[in-house]
């Protein structure tokens, strides 16, 4: 079991390095893009959009967001194009977060707040 979570993880990793450079590759559509850096944005932002403190759904967000997101994108990817991105991520670090992703899953917040107050108030 322990393996299995090790290889998964090393997986995940690897793939979202792989929709990192998807989202510079003029082989990968526009939506797979906007998808691509929307999974890899979430994936190293330091802020989450479920904080983590809250019991369960903190970490459920985690677990389903950036796999389904990855899913999502490789799906829309072409096979050759996301074997290829694979292939070069292997041999590669993976992408580092920064400030710009938590600015992105920032603004979201304040997007959703505002969206909830008119909707609402």
Do not use: C, H, N
Request: hydrophobic share 55%; proline share 9%; aromatic share 8%.
């Amino acid at each position: 079991m322990r393996q299995r979570l090790s290889d998964w993880a090393r997986r995940l990793k690897r793939d979202v390095t792989a929709l990192w450079l998807a989202t510079r590759d003029p082989r990968v559509p526009r939506l797979a893009r906007i998808v691509a850096a929307a999974t890899v944005a979430y994936a190293l932002s330091p802020i989450d959009l479920i904080p983590d403190p809250i019991p369960v759904i903190g970490q459920l967000d985690d677990i389903l967001i950036v796999p389904l997101g990855l899913a999502v994108a490789a799906w829309l990817i072409p096979d050759d194009v996301m074997r290829d991105l694979r292939r070069r991520a292997e041999t590669m670090p993976p992408p580092r977060g920064g400030w710009v992703a938590a600015a992105l899953v920032v603004a979201v917040w304040i997007a959703l707040a505002v969206w909830v107050y008119t909707a609402f108030a």
